[in-house]
C-alpha cells in the first residue's frame, strides 16, 4: 500500500488478491457495515449524551468483531476453510509490514519524547518559523518527506508527534495540525516514483512512472496550493510567546529521520536508526537515563500501539473474508455496468467518472489504497479502452481517488495512526484533512471541464 515501500513491486501475496473471488455479492459487504454501524455509532450516540472521550468508549478493535462473525456466518465452505481465510488476510504482506512499522513507530516516538527530542524540535521550529506559517511549513515537510521516502506511514510516524508539540505551544486545534501532517503526507505518497501506488497504478494500466506523475502533479499542485492558503489563514491564530530552550544534539535524531527518509532508505531502517539515536542521546545527556530506561520507553511506544495494530490485523482479515465472498466483485461488477450505460456512444469523462468510482469504493471496502489499486486496475483498464481514457490518465485517477479515499476513512492505517499519537478520534481528524477534500474537488472538477487534454496513446505493457 502506499504507507508502506519495502520493494519496488507489490508482494505476490498482494499480487494475487484478484483470484479466486466467488460469484459476486453485495450480502457480502454487511460485515463492513456492521462495523461502522458499531464503530462510527457508538461514538456518536456517546458524544450526543456528552460523554468524553465518545468515540473510545466501544474500541474499533472491539466493535469490529460482530462484523468478523457475521462474514465468518456468510461465508460458503467448511468452518475451518472461512477461518482460514480470515486468518490469511491477517497475514497477508501489506498487514504484517504495516504492524511492524505501528511498532518502530511508536517505540521512535515514545523513545524521542523521553530524551526531550520533541521539544526540543518544536521549540527549534517555532524559534525559525513565523507563527503564521507553522501550518503550511508542518504540510510542506510532510509533502516533502513523504515524497522523497514514498510512504505516508513513515512520514506520519516521524513528524505527527512534532505536530502535537506545535499544538499545544502554539494553542493551534490539535486535530488541526495533526490533520496536516496527513495531508501534506498523502500529497507526497501520491506523488512519489517509488511509492507502491504508484508502481500498482502504472502496471495496471501500462503507462510510464514518469508520464503519470505528470498528469497527478498538474491536479495534485492546484489542491496543495488552496491547502496551502486556507492552512495559512488558519495559522493568523497562533501565538508563540518565547520559544523554549532547546539544544540541536536533541533535534538529531529527527534531523537524521529526515534526512534518511529523503535518501530513499527504507522506512522501517529509518525509524530503527531514529531510535538507537535517541536513545543514545538520552543516555549522553540525560541524567539517570540507563539501558533499564530505554528499554521501558521502547515498549510503552509498543503498547501505544495495540489498538491500532489490532485494528489493522482484524481489517486485513474480514477484507479478505469480504472479498473471497464477492463482495468486491460486486462492487466492480455494479461500476462496470454503470459504465456501459450508452456503450454505442462511450464518453470519456463518464468513464473517468467510472474508473474513480471503482476505486474508491474498493478503497471503502479493503482500507488499502494499493490493494484497492490492483483489484479495480483491471476494471480501470477495461473501462478505459471502452470510453477512449489514455492510460495514463486512468493511472493517474486510481492513484488519485485512492489516495482521496485513504485519506478520509476513519478506519484507514494512515488516519488511525494520527490518531493514536495525538490521542484523538478518528473522525475528529478526517474533518481537518483539507488536502484529501480538495484534491477530490480538483480531480472532480477537472473530469467535468476535461482538464488535461490529452492524446490518446496505445496501451503499452511496462517490462
Known amino acids: 500500500m502506499s504507507a508502506i515501500n519495502v520493494g519496488k513491486y507489490p508482494s505476490p501475496t498482494t499480487r494475487m488478491v484478484n483470484v479466486n473471488m466467488d460469484k459476486p455479492s453485495p450480502l457480502a459487504l454487511t460485515p463492513l457495515a456492521l462495523f461502522l454501524l458499531f464503530f462510527v455509532g457508538s461514538g456518536l450516540w456517546y458524544q450526543f449524551q456528552g460523554t468524553e472521550f465518545a468515540f473510545y468508549q466501544i474500541s474499533a478493535p472491539v466493535a469490529i468483531l460482530p462484523a468478523i462473525v457475521l462474514a465468518v456466518l456468510l461465508a460458503k465452505g467448511p468452518l475451518n476453510e472461512r477461518i482460514n481465510t480470515f486468518i490469511e488476510g491477517v497475514g497477508d504482506n501489506t498487514i504484517i509490514t504495516m504492524v511492524l512499522i505501528y511498532l ?42 513523504a515524497t522523497s521516502m514514498g510512504t505516508s506511514m513513515g512520514t506520519i510516524a516521524a513528524i505527527a508527534p512534532i505536530a502535537v508539540g506545535v499544538a499545544e505551544a502554539t494553542e493551534l486545534s490539535l486535530p488541526l495540525t ?101 536513545g543514545g542521546v538520552g543516555l549522553v545527556l540525560t541524567p539517570d537515563y540507563n539501558v533499564a530506561q530505554w528499554s521501558q520507553d521502547i515498549y510503552a511506544g509498543y503498547t501505544g500501539m495495540q489498538e491500532i495494530l489490532i ?71 477495461d473501462i478505459a479502452q471502452r470510453h477512449d481514457v489514455d492510460p495514463r490518465r486512468s493511472a493517474s485517477l486510481i492513484d488519485i481517488f485512492s489516495c482521496v479515499v485513504q485519506g478520509l476513512i476513519p478506519y484507514g492505517a494512515q488516519v488511525l495512526l494520527a490518531a493514536s499519537t495525538a490521542k484523538l478520534s478518528p473522525l475528529a481528524l478526517i474533518g481537518n484533512i483539507y488536502y484529501c477534500w480538495l484534491l477530490a474537488l480538483v480531480a472532480l472538477v477537472s473530469i467535468a471541464v476535461g482538464y488535461p487534454r490529452l492524446k490518446v496513446q496505445p496501451t503499452r505493457q511496462l517490462a
Not at 495496471?204 to 514518469?210: E, H, I, N, S
Not at 489542491?223 to 518565547?242: D, G, N, P
Not at 468510482?357 to 482500507?367: D, E, H, I, M, R
Open 311 to 381: 485494528l489493522s490485523l482484524l481489517i486485513g482479515g474480514l477484507g479478505a473474508m469480504m472479498k473471497s465472498q464477492g463482495g468486491l466483485a460486486w462492487v466492480s461488477s455494479v461500476i462496470d455496468r454503470i459504465s456501459r450505460i450508452g456503450k454505442r456512444e462511450p464518453g470519456t469523462r463518464s468513464g473517468e467518472l467510472s474508473i474513480s468510482a471503482a476505486v474508491a469504493l474498493t478503497n471503502v471496502c479493503t482500507a488499502n489504497n494499493t490493494v484497492a489499486i490492483l483489484l479495480a486496475g483491471s476494471l480501470a483498464r
Open 178 to 278: 495533526v490533520a496536516t501532517v496527513v495531508g501534506g503526507a498523502m500529497f507526497g505518497d501520491n506523488l512519489s516514483i517509488i511509492s507502491d501506488t504508484t508502481i500498482a497504478a502504472t502496471r495496471t494500466q501500462g503507462c510510464a512512472m514518469r508520464d503519470k506523475f505528470k498528469l497527478n502533479f498538474k491536479i495534485a499542485l492546484p489542491a496543495a496550493l488552496l491547502t496551502l492558503v486556507w492552512l495559512w489563514f488558519q495559522s493568523s491564530t497562533a501565538r508563540v510567546e518565547v520559544p523554549g530552550d532547546y539544544d540541536l544534539i536533541r533535534v538529531l535524531p529527527y534531523l537524521a529521520v529526515l534526512v534518511l527518509a529523503v535518501l530513499g532508505v527504507n522506512v522501517m531502517l529509518v525509524l530503527f536508526v531514529g531510535i538507537l539515536l535517541a
Open 104 to 145: 518502530l513507530a511508536g517505540a521512535f516516538a515514545s523513545v524521542a519524547k523521553a530524551v526531550g527530542g520533541v521539544d526540543a524540535t518544536v521549540n527549534f521550529g517555532l524559534s525559525v518559523i513565523p507563527p503564521a506559517f507553522v501550518l503550511p511549513g508542518l504540510f510542506v515537510i510532510a509533502a516533502f518527506v
